[in-house]
Structure formats: structure tokens, C-alpha cells
T-cell receptor, first 113, second 111 residues
Framework: DADVTQTPRNRITKTGKRIMLECSQT?????MYWYRQDPGLGLRLIYY???????NKGEISDGYSVSRQAQAKFSLSLESAIPNQTALYFC????????????FGPGTRLTVL | GEDVEQSLFLSVREGDSSVINCTYT??????LYWYKQEPGAGLQLLTY?????DMKQDQRLTVLLNKKDKHLSLRIADTQTGDSAIYFC???????????FGRGTSLIVHP
């Protein structure tokens, strides 16, 4: 079984709809992250959490919110989706140490019409 | 300017060596990473190097670091079609250890 899972894997929605993307991990890591990937722009950090009570904004948090329901679960919400939020979204986890390898989920492809 | 820069595309012939280059701006970067993203998948760590090292070799992969020029490269020897992917350079520093990723280089390997 995959260590980091994301649901759904694909989602098409309409402008103005509320969307939640979910991430679960079985690695036992404290740190979890949400990134978006756009062609030619690479990975940009949306939000990150160092433990259940810690939530931090990344470089592009506007229009997004997150919830850390448990050590293993970190969800990303788009309160009112807009077309320029069409992207590939990745969840990642890490231990939080010097060589801090990030472990990525398979991604969620979101299309906002 | 960007914190981590990479060229977007590289095309090589099967069996040749590939060299993917990266430059970064933060001289306090402590750890430098190469991640690989295969089609339809998330990123996976390929290798990393500490900033006090010049070179690291791991089978077909060679990482070179020029700290003075803030230049990192990944050489893949005997490139195979299975190496076709997007390669991301990333850097992090002490404290949060959160990596900053480059835009990724798409490596295309053709017969």
C-alpha cells in the first residue's frame, strides 16, 4: 500500500464550488505539506504543518485553507474555486531533520471550469 | 529572481550522458537535492549533497557542486528511456529544512 495517498485523483468542478482534497499518510511523519504544480512553474508551497497544532502559510496560500485533523491527515480546501486554480496538487510528508526527504503522494489533478 | 533556476528541457540520445544543471541564490543553503518525477506520479528523492561536499556518486548518478558559483549538476551516465522524467533541483537550509524547488527540467531520451 502507498505510504501517502490522495483523494480524489482527478476532479472536475465549476467556478464558485467548494472543493476539498484529502491526504493521508502511514509513514508516521509529523510534517505535512500541500504543493501545486503548474507546467513551467514547478512546485509551489501552499500550506505546511509541522504537527497537529501547527499550520503555516506557504508562498501561495490565497484562496486556499487547510485542516490537520490528525497526525496522519491533512486536507486542502478551495472555498470558492476559480479557473486559475486548475493545477496538479501534491501532498507530501517529512520527518523534519537535516536531510529532510519529502515523500510525495500521487497527486490530484483538479480542473476548474 | 528565482531562488533555484533550471533549464526547462533537455533532449539526449539513449546511451549518452545527460547533464542537468541548476543554480541557486542562497549561499546559506545547506542541503541540495535532486528529485525525479515520472509521468503521472509524485516526486521521489534521487540523491542529495551537503554543501560542504564537491561531488557525490551513486551508480549512474554523479552530483557536482560548485559552491562558489552556486551551481549544482546531475549527470546520468548511459541514459536510458526509463530515465525520461522531470528532474527537480531543490535547496534547503537549517531551521525549517523546507526545500525550495526549481521549475524542473524535462529530460527526453530518444532512441
Amino acid at each position: 500500500d502507498a505510504d501517502v495517498t490522495q483523494t480524489p485523483r482527478n476532479r472536475i468542478t465549476k467556478t464558485g464550488k467548494r472543493i476539498m482534497l484529502e491526504c493521508s499518510q502511514t509513514k508516521g511523519h509529523d510534517r505535512m505539506y500541500w504543493y501545486r504544480q503548474d507546467p513551467g512553474l514547478g512546485l509551489r508551497l501552499i500550506y505546511y504543518s509541522f504537527d497537529v497544532k501547527d499550520i503555516n502559510k506557504g508562498e501561495i496560500s490565497d484562496g486556499y485553507s487547510v485542516s490537520r485533523q490528525a497526525q496522519a491527515k491533512f486536507s486542502l480546501s478551495l472555498e470558492s474555486a476559480i479557473p486559475n486554480q486548475t493545477a496538479l496538487y501534491f501532498c507530501a510528508t517529512s520527518v523534519g531533520r537535516e536531510v529532510d526527504t519529502q515523500y510525495f503522494g500521487p497527486g490530484t489533478r483538479l480542473t476548474v471550469l | 529572481g528565482e531562488d533555484v533556476e533550471q533549464s526547462l528541457f533537455l533532449s539526449v540520445r539513449e546511451g549518452d550522458s545527460s547533464v542537468i544543471n541548476c543554480t541557486y541564490t542562497d549561499s546559506s543553503s545547506t542541503y541540495l537535492y535532486w528529485y525525479k518525477q515520472e509521468p503521472g506520479a509524485g516526486l521521489q528523492l534521487l540523491t542529495y549533497i551537503f554543501s560542504n561536499m564537491d561531488m557525490k556518486q551513486d551508480q549512474r548518478l554523479t552530483v557536482l557542486l560548485n559552491k562558489k558559483d552556486k551551481h549544482l549538476s546531475l549527470r546520468i551516465a548511459d541514459t536510458q528511456t526509463g530515465d525520461s522524467a522531470i528532474y527537480f533541483c531543490a535547496e534547503s537550509k537549517g531551521g525549517s529544512y523546507i526545500p525550495t524547488f526549481g521549475r524542473g527540467t524535462s529530460l527526453i531520451v530518444h532512441p
